[in-house]
């Protein structure tokens, strides 16, 4: 990067079922980037999606992705939504009937985490940039909030765990308004 861009003091990161990096690995992309983009290696891939994990807890299961209300206390109903299947990078490598069940499935979330939290503004960030493999970042916006001009900074190596009582009450609440209980298998293709 030219020297006299000035960097972000912090790029949002991938948690769902990554290791920890250390905090100077986000001015880089991964070594194993190469690798990564081709699914080897990809731990949402290796991923069994259990209801439950070090990152989340799975919120509702759906025929085409996974979203996991994040255990990281960053911001109230921060979710992420993954797609489940092969390995995919990039939304544009979707069927057209993926793309819109992936998208249609991020919006059901959505309409839940708005009707619970009544945020201001959702966000939806696809990134990648740590993990490409296809997932997207469900933020909610609040009045109270530290950038409300910008992408919300998920300082993820430095926040705390939401404790376990809260997060799974909040949990429950949103599997009741996407009508899924843990165990239940995805809808079929
Ligand atoms: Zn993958």
């Known amino acids: 990067m030219d020297a006299g861009v000035r960097r ?5 990161r991938c948690p769902a079922h990554l290791p920890p990096r250390s905090e100077g690995d986000v ?7 190469q690798l990564l983009i081709r699914g080897i290696g990809c731990g949402m891939c290796e991923s069994e999606r259990p209801d439950a994990d070090a990152f989340g807890v799975c919120v509702q299961r759906g025929r085409f992705s996974d ?38 499935e ?11 939290y009544q945020p201001l503004k959702m966000n939806y960030e696809t990134l990648g940039n740590s993990l490409p493999h296809l997932h997207t970042h469900l933020i ?6 530290p950038r409300p001009g910008q992408p919300f900074p998920l300082m993820l190596d430095t926040a705390a765990e939401i404790p376990e009582v809260r997060l799974l009450a909040e949990a429950a ?7 899924w209980e843990p165990g239940e ?5």
Do not use: C, M
């Open 8 to 12: 972000p003091v912090h790029r949002p």
């Open 27 to 33: 001015n880089d992309w991964p070594a194993n980037w």
């Open 185 to 189: 298998p995805p809808p079929l293709a």
């Open 67 to 104: 979203a996991y209300l994040q255990r990281k206390d960053i911001q109230r109903g921060y979710t992420v939504v993954i797609w489940r299947g092969r390995h995919v990078t990039e939304p544009t490598d979707l069927a057209e009937d993926e793309a819109s069940g992936y998208w249609a």
């Open 173 to 179: 609440e949103l599997r009741q308004r996407l009508s």
């Open 140 to 145: 909610p916006r609040y009045q109270a909030d």
């Open 106 to 116: 991020i919006l059901s979330v959505s309409r839940a985490l708005q009707a619970f």
